[in-house]
């Protein structure tokens, strides 16, 4: 019935089998509640025509009182069912039915028909030759037709209460089954959730340069969510339907088989229905999760850039643009909601009742013969009744199974981009001995932002990138950390490619300051450490001495325990320079890189950091992109890049001796520009 879904349908079918077990014993709890619950209407057949029905069956006279024997006008009578092989029959009688009341023939009748009763005569009108013929019956009282019913009372009450208790297990395997699959669910979509956030670990640091913090976070948790309503309700939809419509044919067809033959055209209904239905909602279903991520993509955009929004006035132009995604997010999900609409469970009734006009036809015409009794026909309407409302469940669930289908394909399409595996091994620290030769790299192909950059720094060297905006003194670093791979050259360290170490490897023994330092949710401490258990306490706190923070933190009220939230937004530009700082010493790293680090902090906290630095370097290599050219001076080597290229290098004496652009660039700032003879 669920048609497969190609390779998606593949993979989620994996992830299943990964809890197979606990999936299998779920099914195997539906198909002993199926079986349970269809016992029901058999039971309610055997009711209504043996004990309720059944006392219109021929009464026989018989020799003497038993449990089955019935005492009227002084002889005792007994139902032909009751009879043991070979035991005496006398006189035969019945009990016929007409109308509300009941009536003795003590006699036998010869055919059945239309019944009428006049004065104490029954006319009975067989409905095919229209013969008549007439009886002289007696009407029973209320207490002489209770006799006639009392032999069948305890077996009534045995397969009444045979009746609750199948329904009473059917309860608990149900409840059990329900238990175990969304169990189950939960740990697939579980595993899922880990394995995708997983992948955004591995995934190049470029994939991210065009894919909004938003929209992944969507894929994250709002399409793994949607796949959970695939394990959980859908699938359990689908395949409580199945076995509830292979087991209630299989029953009609025991019950009756032309009854059986009438529901039968249900099942390739069904699956048209689905086709049909799964072709016109992929498309919606689609655009509604890509305008979704788009919508979440913008909410995290605006919460962060919210400062700026109100400092230019912008409330009212994101406020638009806001109203327009939502407006086509709302378009598409009214369009889907039509569709449901048409196809949902009002149709399923139209078709059922179509089914029962056919059958109360069939058979109040006397179409289906006397092997139809009132008990089969209350049968096979409560078995349609409970075929239907399988069905009713497969339909709603059209529209999530849709959704889980798109949403799945978006998850996976994150997850099949290549990514870099995790090395969990560790590497010996290296000297920091850097060599870029004659190094091209483009973020975009044919446009090169390096051109043939060669430069050699040795163990302990200062190594400052200079250059106006756009120059590549950025994209240096970030192929030094090998964000980004080269096209062109070769990069070492100590004299090894780096292409041949891996990235986690050859970032174990570097340190990074950014511009901007990213502080995780958590405390002061913790962003120094990251948690990592390797970094103790101590280390902690010697790092914070080393770049001159440790009394400022600590005369805070909790110190360095002090909570840090989102961003760090409760601390000064300062205080969370100072702490990414720390978070680079405390790794003790080979290779120190500062990304204008400086550039966010005031004077009496730079003043901090460079006597700090002056220690800090030892050892280590350091390279620094700095706009204050002042920070520099003391550097064993200023590169001076423009457009991509190194167009001086040498320390500020050297280059202050060339009067070039450095020259000009550091009198620029010094506020006394000369004129370059």
Known sequence: MLEPMGQTGKRLYQYAMLYKKTILIALVFLVLAVCTELAGPFIAKKMIDDN?????????????????????????????????????????????????????????????????????????????????????????????????????????????????????????FTYGQRLMLQTSANRIVQKMRNDVFAHTQRLPVQYYDNLSAGQVV???????????????????????????????????????????????????????????????????????????????????????????????????????????????????????????SITSHNLVNVIRNIIFLVVIWLFWGDWLGTAVTVGVLYAFVDYMNRMFQPIVGVVNQLSNLETARVSANRVFKLMDQEGTEVD????????????????????????????????????????????????????????????YDIQHGRITVDGKDIKEIPKQQLRQHMGIVLQDPFLFTGTIASNIS?????????????????????????????????????????????????????????????????????ASIDTETEAIIQAALDVLKQGRTTFVIAHRLSTIRQADQILVLDRGQIVERGNHEQLMELRGKYFGMYQLQQGTMQTVS
């Not at 009212?316 to 643009?321: A, N, Q, V």
């Not at 975009?444 to 932002?449: L, Q, R």
């Open 52 to 172: 309720i029905l059944g006392i219109e069956k021929k009464w026989y006279e018989t020799a003497g009182e038993d449990r089955y024997a019935v005492s009227h006008e002084g002889q005792w009578y007994k139902r032909e069912d009751h009879f043991t092989e070979g035991e005496a029959r006398g006189q035969e009688a019945r009990v016929l039915q007409v109308g509300r009341s009941f009536y003795w023939l003590d006699g036998e009748l010869a055919f059945d028909g239309r019944r009428e009763v006049t004065d104490g005569l029954l006319t009975v009108t067989n409905t095919d030759t229209s013969e008549t013929l007439s009886y002289p019956v007696t009407r029973l009282t209320s207490s002489e037709l209770y006799k006639f019913y009392a032999p069948e009372l305890p077996g009534l009450l045995t397969m009444a209460l045979l009746y609750f208790g199948l329904l009473v297990l059917a309860a608990l």
């Open 218 to 340: 969507s894929r994250i948790t709002n399409d793994t969510e949607a796949i959970r309503e695939l394990y959980v309700s859908v699938l359990a939809n689908f395949f409580s339907a199945i076995v509830y419509m292979a087991a209630i044919l299989g029953a009609l067809f025991l019950l009756d088989y032309r009854l059986a033959l009438i529901a039968l055209p249900l099942v390739p209904i069904l699956i048209i229905w689905v086709k049909v239905y799964r072709r016109f909602a992929a498309r919606y279903n689609e655009i509604i999760r890509t305008k979704l991520s788009d919508i979440n993509g913008m909410i995290n955009e605006t919460i962060q850039g919210m400062p700026i929004i109100r400092a230019f006035r912008r409330e009212r132009e994101t406020m638009k643009e806001f109203e327009g995604l939502n407006e086509q997010y709302f378009t598409y999900q009214n369009k889907l909601l039509n569709l449901n």
């Open 424 to 483: 969990t091994g560790t590497m010996q620290r290296y000297k920091g001995e850097v060599a870029f030769e004659n190094v091209t790299f483009a973020y975009k192909k044919e446009e090169n932002v390096l051109k043939n950059i060669s430069f050699q720094a040795a163990q302990g060297d200062t190594v400052a990138l200079v250059g106006h905006t756009g120059s590549g003194k950025s994209s240096i670093l970030n192929l030094l950390f090998r964000f």
């Open 530 to 598: 990251l948690n990592n258990p390797a970094i103790s306490r101590q280390q902690v706190e010697q790092a914070l001495r080393d770049v001159g923070a440790y009394n400022m933190f600590m005369s805070m009220p909790d110190g360095i325990d002090a909570p840090v939230i989102e961003k760090g937004s409760t601390l000064s530009s300062g205080q969370r320079q100072l702490i990414s700082f720390a978070r680079a010493l405390a790794y003790d790293p080979a290779i120190l890189i500062l990304d204008e680090a400086t």
